[in-house]
């Protein structure tokens, strides 16, 4: 199971900090994701991070702004949002991989959780 | 504009079948396994299909899964009012490293 949490309304240009609370499997083995969707729009990637940590990605439109990490002694992964825009604007899923790499191979997003929504406003 | 294509709309009558292309390049669907997704309305995706053709634990066989070349297919037989729903189609982009989605398609059961 995931929780999300941390969402909320923040002006342009403010920071914002999620997190997911994962149970139910053995967090510290598998890659995890971020990913969002924007009012009735589709989905976007937003970023991964490998089992250790050794390895993190983000898609280009939150490159430099956004930074992922996880505490595998917490079962916990956060999502730190800086400089957050107001097409930032979304419910942010977090997702886990099937194993210890987010990226290329055989790899997909299951189970998700319930989101929570950042609305970024003036 | 999304990376990977995907029609908008789909619609079938019960119990009729219906595909949804997802279309890519060679730097994703050409080169990496893809995945399907369902969202059913006012809920979280859940994954139908992965590893291009694979159906996880609990996915009936109405739902079907193919790829040849830089196109996918998902496939869904005797459709029903409970599948209505978006899908979506996700796989790695080798050039962009990084994770795309088509722009999903509505399936309604008319």
């Known amino acids: 199971q995931l929780v999300e949490s941390g969402g909320g309304l923040v002006q342009p240009g403010r920071s914002l900090s999620l997190s997911c609370a994962a149970s139910?499997?053995?967090?510290?083995?598998?890659?995890m994701h971020w990913v969002r969707q924007g009012p009735g729009k589709g989905l976007e990637w937003v970023s991964g991070i490998s089992w250790n940590s050794g390895s993190i990605g983000y898609a280009d439109s939150v490159k430099g702004r956004f930074t992922i990490s996880r505490d595998n002694a917490k079962n916990s992964l956060y999502l730190q949002m800086n400089s957050l825009r107001t097409e930032d604007t979304a419910l942010y899923y977090c997702?886990?991989?099937?194993?210890?790499?987010?990226?290329?191979?055989?790899?997909?997003?299951?189970?998700w959780g319930q989101g929570t929504l950042v609305t970024v406003s003036s | 504009q999304s990376v990977l294509t995907q029609p908008p709309s789909v619609s079938a009558a019960p119990g009729q079948n219906v595909t949804i292309s997802c279309s890519g390049s060679s730097s994703n669907i050409g080169d990496n396994y893809v995945s399907w997704y369902q969202q059913l309305p006012g809920t979280a995706p859940k994954v139908l299909i992965r590893?291009?053709?694979k159906r996880p634990s609990g996915i009936p066989d109405r739902f079907s899964g193919s790829k040849s070349g830089t196109s996918a297919t998902l496939g869904i037989t005797g459709l029903q009012p409970g599948d209505e729903a978006d899908y979506y189609c996700g796989t790695w982009d080798n050039s962009l490293s990084a994770w795309v989605f088509g722009g999903g398609t509505k399936v309604t059961v008319l």
């Open positions: 590893d291009n053709n």
């Open positions: 997702a886990k991989a099937p194993g210890v790499r987010y990226s290329y191979g055989s790899n997909w997003f299951d189970p």
């Open positions: 139910g499997f053995m967090f510290e083995d598998y890659a």
